[in-house]
């Protein structure tokens, strides 16, 4: 079995594979990044819900029932991901 490079991301842990096939739409190799999400917009979190046939099924529905963005977050999940933003800054800037 061949070896698989994974990077975790530093706010959520999330692993992702460093080298994970071409774009369908351009032909081009997919990169893992960590800056392209619009923090201004993007939603941060959502309140969904799940229906149709089943969690793993293409057949199965989500509807979106809320969403926040980052400013909206409670401040406890805010105070959170500043102190491991200023960790990683910290980390970073050596």
């Known amino acids: 079995m061949p070896d698989t490079e ?3 991301c530093p706010l959520c ?3 992702r594979t460093a080298d994970y096939g071409i774009d369908q739409r351009t032909g081009e190799p997919r990169e893992v990044k960590f800056d392209k999400v619009d923090l201004d917009v993007a939603p941060m979190w959502r309140l969904e819900r799940l229906g149709g046939a089943g969690r793993g099924s293409r057949a199965a529905k989500i509807e979106l029932l809320d969403s926040k963005k980052l400013g909206e977050l409670p401040a406890e999940l805010k105070e959170q991901i500043k102190g491991q933003c200023l960790k ?5 800037e050596g």
């Open 6 to 8: 994974r990077i975790a």
């Open 88 to 92: 990683i800054l910290e980390i970073l």
């Open 13 to 15: 842990g999330w692993w």
